[in-house]
Structure formats: structure tokens, C-alpha cells
């Protein structure tokens, strides 16, 4: 299984932007997927997540601003992410697996990441 995160560049303060993570190798309907991010001198932290049944769970910090979806017949989870601050700034990876804690717990499949940046 790959992933593919795409979606990343420069937005001002309040703006939107939407990240795409693509599956390839499997079909993403068998997997549960996660979005982190990391900013520079920072932890990774686990932002959102979509359950195969798409239940869904956010950080508190971004719930209501960020949604995340998937679109199992393009292979393809998203996060929208609106109201963006300067503290969203960072590298954004997703993850998935086949059992949901190990997206909860970072230990699944990773692709590489794609930066977003907030301009205040």
C-alpha cells in the first residue's frame, strides 16, 4: 500500500485549503485513515481521522474548522481545512491501516508529506 498526500502550499490567515491522500496498492475501503502534521521542532500530532465506516474523530483544536472525508471510488480520503490560523502551519502526512488504533497510535503506513503554510 502507498499513499500520496497532495493538496499543500501557501494560503493567508483565514483562508481555506483542501489535502488529498490518494491510495494506491489497495483499495481504501479495507482501510481506516488518519491525518497528522508536524511543525518545525514539534511532535507529530494526530489531527483527524476516518474510520472504514466513516466515523470520524478531530483534535479539539481543529474540530469545526477541519473536515475530513473519503471518496472510496476514487481511492481518495480529504481534509478540508478552513479558517486557517498560523499555528496550522506545518508538514500534514496521512496514514492508514487496517486496524484503527494503529492510525490512533501513528504505527500504520506513511507517505510523504506536503507542506501548508499559513501567512498571518
Known amino acids: 500500500v502507498q499513499l500520496q498526500a497532495s493538496g499543500g502550499g501557501l494560503v493567508e490567515a483565514g483562508g481555506s485549503l483542501t489535502l488529498s491522500c490518494e491510495v494506491s496498492?489497495?483499495?481504501?475501503?479495507?482501510?481506516?485513515i488518519g491525518w497528522y502534521r508536524q511543525a518545525p521542532g514539534e511532535q507529530r500530532e494526530m489531527i483527524a481521522a476516518?474510520?472504514?465506516?466513516?466515523?470520524?474523530n478531530y483534535r479539539p483544536s481543529v474540530k469545526g474548522r477541519f473536515n475530513i472525508s473519503r471518496d472510496d471510488n476514487k481511492n481518495t480520503v480529504y481534509l478540508q481545512m478552513a479558517s486557517l490560523k498560523s499555528e496550522d502551519s506545518a508538514i500534514y502526512y496521512c496514514?492508514?491501516?487496517?486496524?484503527?488504533?494503529?492510525?490512533?497510535?501513528?504505527?500504520?503506513?506513511w507517505g510523504r508529506g506536503t507542506l501548508v503554510t499559513v501567512s498571518s
Open positions: 476516518i474510520g472504514k465506516n466513516g466515523v470520524t
Open positions: 496498492g489497495s483499495t481504501s475501503d479495507r482501510l481506516h
Open positions: 496514514t492508514a491501516a487496517s486496524n484503527p488504533f494503529e492510525v490512533l497510535k501513528g504505527t500504520g503506513i
